[in-house]
Nanobody, 124 residues
Framework: QLQLVESGGGLVHTGGSLRLSCAAS????????IGWFRQAPGKEREGVSC????????NYADSVKGRFTIARDHAKNTVYLQMDSLKPEDTAVYYC?????????????????WGQGTQVTVSS
């Protein structure tokens, strides 16, 4: 399994912004499709956004379209999730995950390497 490390979570007020980072440890993210998922207390883990291995294709859940932006920096070996206009319902633990395939997927089962997660809390 690949080792992924998320960072950038925290506590913000409604309407605020955060940028999450997903970094690889000991390997390059090139060639891997990266997904961001989140899990709120008592709920199932859900797909938030995904970026293909080339970076040419991105997907977003309907609930975050227009507010979140995913991007990858090959030089820094990092994938980012810029989250703007945050809402209390965005509160969750956010995970990044990798799959060794060039196409995005919104499904947890399609990713086999996961980070430990970073907490995002949006206060009303």
């Amino acid at each position: 399994q690949l080792q992924l490390v998320e960072s950038g979570g925290g506590l913000v007020h409604t309407g605020g912004s955060l940028r999450l980072s997903c970094a690889a440890s000991g390997f390059t993210l090139d060639g891997y499709t990266i997904g961001w998922f989140r899990q709120a207390p008592g709920k199932e883990r859900e797909g938030v956004s995904c970026i293909s291995s080339s970076g040419h294709s991105t997907n977003y859940a309907d609930s975050v379209k227009g507010r979140f932006t995913i991007a990858r920096d090959h030089a820094k070996n990092t994938v980012y999730l810029q989250m703007d206009s945050l809402k209390p319902e965005d509160t969750a633990v956010y995970y990044c995950a990798a799959r060794e395939y060039y196409i995005c997927s919104p499904y947890v089962r399609d990713f086999n390497s996961w980070g430990q997660g970073t907490q995002v809390t949006v206060s009303s």
